[in-house]
C-alpha cells in the first residue's frame, strides 16, 4: 500500500560525506514525522534522525553537527547529508515515515534499508 524506496548508500572513506534519499510511494493521503534509523551488526536498530511535517528535527547525539535531516514536502522525499562520517557510522540505514493512507489508515512504513560502510 505505502513502499518507502531509499537510495544513495554505498563505502566512503573516514571523513567523507554522503547522502540518502527516502521518497514514499502508494495510497498516501499524509505524511506525518519522517526519519532515518540505522542498525549495525550485533546491535539494535538506533535512532539517527528525525523530522515532523512542520520541519522540526531531532538527532541522535553520535551525530550531532555532522549529520543533517531535510524533507521535500512537494516531492515527498526525506534526506540525510552525512558528513565527516566515522567508521562508527557503518550500518544499514533504514527510512521510516508515519503515513495516513487514502484509506484513513495511520501507520509506521519502513523501507529496505541501504548499508553505508565507513572504511579506509
Known amino acids: 500500500q505505502v513502499q518507502l524506496v531509499e537510495s544513495g548508500g554505498g563505502l566512503v572513506q573516514p571523513g567523507g560525506s554522503l547522502r540518502l534519499s527516502c521518497a514514499p510511494s502508494?495510497?498516501?493521503?499524509?505524511?506525518?514525522?519522517m526519519g532515518w534509523y540505522r542498525q549495525a551488526p550485533g546491535k539494535q536498530r538506533e535512532l539517527v534522525a528525525t523530522i515532523t511535517s512542520g520541519g522540526r528535527t531531532n538527532y541522535a547525539d553520535s551525530v550531532k553537527g555532522r549529520f543533517t535531516i531535510s524533507r521535500d514536502n512537494a516531492k515527498i522525499t526525506v534526506y540525510l547529508q552525512m558528513n565527516s562520517l566515522k567508521p562508527e557510522d557503518t550500518a544499514v540505514y533504514y527510512c521510516?515515515?508515519?503515513?495516513?493512507?487514502?484509506?484513513?489508515?495511520?501507520?509506521?512504513?519502513w523501507g529496505q534499508g541501504t548499508q553505508v560502510t565507513v572504511s579506509s
Open positions: 521510516n515515515a508515519d503515513v495516513m493512507t487514502t484509506s484513513s489508515s495511520r501507520s509506521d512504513y
Open positions: 502508494g495510497s498516501i493521503f499524509n505524511i506525518y514525522t
